[in-house]
């Protein structure tokens, strides 16, 4: 295991869908967790990190991904994961940690959330990510 200065956390989110914009621009990791990353999936479709998503058929459409050491946690898991790693600090981080700190809670309320991505994405007119398919 890697220093815990030296741990690198990934969030890799949808930059069209204002839900997952607000979880990147609030999202604060706790300082013993490491050194937060941002990849917005559309701005850079051919990153290396992206690469290892594809390839391990995890379909962003579905839902965001956090990589932490060498594992990518993929939707409601990504989620549980950024309540456990998050901070206290600030409204986003409090309501994220009491919704997503129970892996039960956050089975329940990960497909509401999703089905509100999808919709915001429909209402604002932006295509599907479609990662696991572009050429």
């Given at each position: 295991?890697?220093?815990?200065?030296?741990?690198?956390?990934?969030f890799?989110?949808?930059?069209?869908?204002?839900?997952?914009?607000?979880g990147?621009t609030?999202f604060?990791?706790?300082?013993a967790?490491?050194?937060?990353?941002?990849?917005?999936?559309r701005?850079h479709?051919?990153?290396?990190?992206?690469?290892e998503?594809?390839?391990?058929?995890?379909?962003?459409?579905?839902?965001?991904?956090?990589?932490?050491e060498?594992?990518?946690?993929?939707?409601?898991?990504?989620?549980?994961?950024?309540?456990?790693?998050?901070?206290?600090?600030g409204?986003?981080?409090?309501?994220?940690?009491?919704?997503?700190?129970s892996?039960?809670?956050?089975a329940?309320?990960?497909?509401?959330?999703?089905?509100?991505?999808n919709?915001?994405?429909?209402?604002k007119?932006?295509?599907?990510?479609?990662?696991?398919y572009?050429?």
């Amino acid at each position: 295991m890697t220093e815990l200065a030296d741990r690198h956390v990934w969030f890799v989110y949808d930059g069209q869908c204002p839900l997952c914009l607000m979880g990147a621009t609030h999202f604060r990791i706790k300082q013993a967790a490491g050194t937060l990353h941002l990849l917005d999936a559309r701005e850079h479709p051919n990153h290396p990190l992206m690469d290892e998503i594809n390839a391990r058929g995890i379909n962003l459409d579905e839902g965001m991904v956090i990589k932490l050491e060498q594992v990518l946690y993929h939707g409601v898991d990504a989620l549980h994961i950024m309540a456990l790693l998050g901070t206290r600090s600030g409204w986003f981080n409090r309501i994220n940690t009491a919704l997503f700190k129970s892996k039960r809670l956050s089975a329940l309320l990960y497909p509401s959330f999703r089905g509100a991505r999808n919709l915001m994405l429909k209402l604002k007119g932006v295509r599907k990510i479609n990662n696991l398919y572009q050429a």
